[in-house]
């Protein structure tokens, strides 16, 4: 009971649970899914789902961005904010409606206040408060059009399809890309590049050693989907009196150009996704990395949920009902 709750809720839990444990029924199949599905239904869930959110997402690390104010004008500490909470609701709808979580990169909605909608280029909201909003542009839908994100995965003068790349490795498709050599060099900014003015320019002259070509094939096509978006995720159709170039073949030869193309190539595999999460979740269940040992937890916890359309209770509860989480044992 104790686990359960500090899981799902970060604090003890409650006298309906204790209750549950002291008869000796949280064991049972379904006595335990009940309980997890109430827990989920609460409102004390709400620090859990935005806790996951920060570390799986590592939507954490915009609180120490800080994008060039000559380059962005617009961005302040209330629009960074603004950025993590729209995430954040978002992220608690998908849970709350028990929505299969393949649609956390589909999903035709967010939640706006006016000063977030400005920045997306909407004019007619209105107030502090955030709201429900049906996108009428598919440029935004999904986590792969929020502004926290896409602020998280750049630098503080530009974008950065390298971080961008490797965040949707990590966090979406569960890939690891190899670590950077010890010598490698930093992408060059002027000098050399006087002349090249866009990213693809900039980040091909830098492949253009070897010590770097083997890793950035990995990771810089998938970041390149998303150049249409800046370093605090605006929409963006020119860089440097240039056309954006959002095309790129990917490492397993699909052909995309812009984050349309991207998110479709990411949910013909929703498999992955899917299984990335379910990792995500158990770690923070856990408290500790997924290891090899965990492999076969992991596929249980997979395969029950398919039946469910891997909606998020599923996998909660095959995390909960795993092996990894039930067998801890204290140091």
């Known amino acids: 009971a104790s686990g359960l709750s500090f899981f799902l809720w970060k ?29 989920l239904a609460d409102r004390r869930s709400t620090r859990f789902m935005d806790d996951f959110v920060g570390q799986w997402l590592q939507m954490r690390n915009i609180f120490s961005q800080d994008p060039d104010g000559a380059l962005f004008a617009g961005f302040n500490d209330t629009l960074r904010s603004a ?35 400005r920045h997306y280029g909407i004019d007619d909201l209105y107030g502090s408060h955030f709201r429900r909003v049906t996108w009428n542009d598919d440029r935004r839908h999904g986590l ?5 994100l896409l602020t998280v995965t750049s630098y503080a003068t530009r974008t ?8 949707i490795l990590e966090n979406i498709l569960g890939v690891s890309p190899p670590a950077p050599p010890p010598d490698v060099p930093e992408l060059v900014e002027s000098e050399h590049l006087a002349t090249a003015v866009s990213m693809r320019d900039r980040m091909a002259a830098h492949r253009a ?40 073949t990917l490492f397993d ?27 995500k979740l158990l770690t923070f269940a856990t408290g500790r990395g997924v290891e090899s040992y965990d492999a076969p937890a992991v596929r249980a916890i997979l395969r029950d949920a398919r039946a469910d359309e ?22």
Not at 144 to 148: D, I, M, Q, V
Not at 218 to 234: I, Q, T
Not at 260 to 278: C, K, M, N, S, Y
């Open 11 to 39: 604090r003890t839990p409650d006298d309906e649970l204790l209750e549950v444990a002291a008869r000796g029924e949280l064991s049972t199949p379904t006595t335990l899914a009940a309980q997890v599905r109430r827990m």
């Open 83 to 117: 950025m993590v909470r729209e995430t954040e609701l978002f992220f608690q709808s998908q849970v709350r409606e028990d929505r299969p979580v393949r649609e956390l990169l589909s999903a035709d909605f967010t939640f706006l206040n006016e000063q977030l909608a």
């Open 144 to 148: 792969l059009g929020h502004a926290s």
């Open 160 to 167: 950065s399809p390298v971080l961008r790349g490797k965040w």
């Open 209 to 248: 050693n070897p010590a770097c070509a083997s890793c950035h094939k990995l990771m810089d096509p998938v970041g390149f989907a998303l150049e249409n978006y800046d370093a605090v995720g605006r929409w963006r159709e020119w860089e440097g009196g240039s056309p954006i170039d959002a095309s790129a």
């Open 253 to 279: 030869g699909t052909v995309v150009n812009g984050v349309d193309d991207l998110q479709a190539a990411l949910l013909r595999r929703p498999e992955l996704f899917v299984g990335t999460i379910t990792e």
């Open 310 to 331: 891997y909606r998020f209770s599923s996998l909660v509860l095959g995390v909960v009902k795993s092996m990894p989480f039930q067998m801890r044992k204290a140091s």
